[in-house]
């Protein structure tokens, strides 16, 4: 780990199959920051965080994320870093056959927990963080998509991860439900000292929560830009 940098990219190509998509990126995140990521369709934003989760190697330059080095990962390592980072899709991506309980419990199993006083607690706990602790037993169709999008953000806290990697977090919410997930994921941001890097598409959400930017374009990640 390098100071208090959870991400930090150096001189980083940025491949999809064969096609440069971002080329040399220098990019930094300290604990706690709060970053949106912005830039138009295709500009590389899901590529930047493929790359931050180990989905896509860096092609040239160096990488770091939660004490990984992004350009020599062993495939053996890649879970392990995951679990220093929650992911939160926009697509929530929750199994539709079992319980909000359930859910959490799968993926706390599939990733190393196995004493179930533990487990148990764990899913409360997680719960509690994002309003949700009344709503254990009921199955994800019967949650609205605001309440979905929470229990996929108390699925992201369930290892204490360094960041929260969202990718579009509220492309599927309306205005009213978007400011909430935001103001939840601030919070847990602030709460817990947590990094969390949002790319969106939203710009009155970014006006309304007005932070660090980063923007991918023409190929290049800009860091620190302002937005009228």
Known sequence: MIGNSIIKLNGADIFQQKHLVLSNVNLHIDKGDFVWL??????????LLKVLYGDINIASGTGHACGYDLDKIAPK????????LGIVFQ????????????????VMQATG???????NERTLDVLEKVGLRSKL??????LSGGEQQRVVIARAL???????????P?????PDTSEEIVMLLKQISQQSNTAVLIATHDYHIIRTFPSRIIKCENGKVL????IA
């Open 77 to 84: 390592d890649i879970p392990f870093l995951r679990r220093k």
């Open 137 to 142: 037993k009921k199955m994800p169709h019967e």
């Open 223 to 226: 860091e620190d830009v302002q």
């Open 113 to 119: 927990w196995k004493d179930k006083g533990l487990i």
């Open 158 to 168: 369930l290892n204490d991860p360094e960041i929260i990697l969202a990718d579009e």
């Open 91 to 106: 697509d929530f991506q929750l199994l539709t056959d079992r319980s909000v309980e359930q859910n959490l419990h799968f």
């Open 38 to 47: 912005i830039g138009q369709t295709g500009s590389g934003k899901s590529s």
């Open 170 to 174: 509220t492309g599927n919410l309306d």
